[in-house]
């Protein structure tokens, strides 16, 4: 039996001797250990997916802005700006279309300044995400020289590349 110390008098507990309880200090330590390392896992695992999701928000909200802000006075910047946070076919079609629309975009002296209203992801995981984006913008330009107020609602494919989440998709919505 396991002699247990009371005010100075030794007390022995029936069936319990001091092998059982180190067996069960054992046992409980393990069990404490095992719950503490899952429960940080878990917590490490949210903290990871909450990261994503802001730097997945951050990038579309970044390239929404950039594709909506286009100055005529300053396309070669703007346009570069697109394409810097851009990869796969958004790309090479932003680039084969850039030489056609920086005329355009000068000739027609158009000035869009863009703002992010809202973004939401549809999905993501660790490679990629599809976001939707509302945003809206005062486009002047010959035609409308007072401005013209527009509203975009744009489905953004990104991909996670080298560190960053580029837009790899651009499409206009209902």
């Not at 346009?79 to 090479?92: E, I, M, P, Y």
Request: net charge positive.
């Amino acid at each position: 039996m396991a002699a247990r110390r009371t005010h100075g008098v030794n007390v022995r507990l029936p069936g319990v001797n001091g092998r059982t309880w180190a067996v069960g200090l054992v046992v409980a330590t393990v069990l404490t250990t095992a719950a503490a390392l899952w429960l940080g896992l878990r917590l490490h695992q949210q903290h990871e997916t909450e990261q994503r999701r802001q730097d997945v928000l951050g990038a579309a909200r970044q390239s929404a802005l950039n594709f909506t802000s286009l100055d005529y006075r300053h396309y070669d910047r703007d346009s570069a700006n697109v394409l810097r946070n851009a990869t796969g076919d958004f790309k090479k079609q932003f680039t084969a279309q850039t030489a056609e629309l920086t005329k355009l975009v000068a000739a027609n002296k158009s000035v869009s300044a863009g703002r992010v209203l809202d973004a939401g992801i549809v999905r993501s995981d660790a490679r990629s995400a599809r976001v939707l984006v509302v945003a809206d913008s005062k486009v002047t330009n010959t035609a409308a020289p007072r401005g013209e107020a527009r509203t975009y609602r744009l489905q953004l494919d990104l991909v996670h590349r080298d560190g960053r989440w580029l837009t790899s998709d651009v499409e206009f919505v209902g």
